[in-house]
């Protein structure tokens, strides 16, 4: 496998985790880290970007020597595969998270986390910070089913960002993107992928990198601040991820193993 782990900021728990360690952002790493801000790179947007300034530079300066059916997979300081095969609550972070392919995973392309249920939003949360919404739709405090991805990301960034951002995808997934986003109520979180084709994974960086650039005419970054817009394009494909690896290759899910960093 190829194993990354990213991060914006030193861990030395991380040197212990067999992974590619890649550091973000202007903060500085040992030498021996891996950066996004090398070579061909978009390093500066990452406040903005998050992780995808590593996938772009992952894309333009490495990918092409990678071998076909071995797994690239991608994990956080924080949350890693995990792995279910032997786990053991005491053991150390190395042996807890996915170091070989699991077997089951043989007959897929893509592995996506676990799917978030969003209809359970708690009331109190829509109220706090959907009252327009509210009164656009009241509806959406009774009935579950109105909760869907299109409705929690107008919530958490700001009403209308999304339907802009949509009016740039490529035409061949609009429409399906879009009745995904108004019918699922639950998504795989976090921007987090393995992947055992580069040549999917290739396709995924040109379509997504193609729609993100195009966003950044109508966002641009002076204008993006705190939760709501702050990482705007690390949001938009956290949304666009699980969709477009579903539409085109075989996927599994797999759980996720959160690692408190206090």
């Known amino acids: 496998m190829y194993k990354f782990c990213l991060t914006h900021r030193y861990h030395s728990y991380l040197e212990n985790i067999d992974y590619n360690l890649v550091g973000q952002g202007d903060v500085n790493f040992p030498k021996h880290w891996m950066r996004d801000n090398t070579g061909e790179n978009i390093s500066v947007k990452n406040p903005y970007y998050d992780m995808y300034t590593f996938h772009y530079w992952l894309w333009k300066n490495k990918l092409q020597s990678f071998e076909d059916n071995r797994w690239i997979l991608f994990s956080t300081y924080r949350r890693f595969w995990k792995n279910i095969e032997s786990f053991d609550e005491k053991a150390n972070l190395k042996d807890k998270i996915i170091q070989t392919p699991p077997k089951n995973w043989e007959k897929f392309d893509t592995i996506l986390t676990e799917p978030t249920d969003l209809s359970k939003i708690k009331t109190s949360k829509i109220f ?98 705190d939760y709501e817009t702050g990482r705007m394009y690390a949001y938009l494909a956290e949304r666009y991820l699980p969709f477009w690896f579903k539409k085109y290759s075989k996927t599994r899910t797999w759980p996720i193993y959160f690692h408190d960093t206090n």
């Open 128 to 225: 706090k910070k959907g009252k327009k919404l509210i009164m656009k739709d009241p509806s959406i405090l009774f009935f579950k089913s109105k909760r869907n991805i299109k409705f929690h990301f107008d919530l958490m960034h700001l009403e209308g960002n999304l339907n802009k951002a949509l009016d740039l995808v490529d035409k061949k997934d609009k429409h399906d993107f879009t009745e995904y986003l108004n019918n699922e109520t639950s998504i795989n979180l976090w921007n987090l992928f393995c992947c055992k084709s580069p040549k999917v994974l290739n396709k995924w960086y040109e379509t997504v990198f193609e729609w993100l650039f195009k966003c950044e005419k109508i966002f641009g970054f002076k204008d993006l601040k």
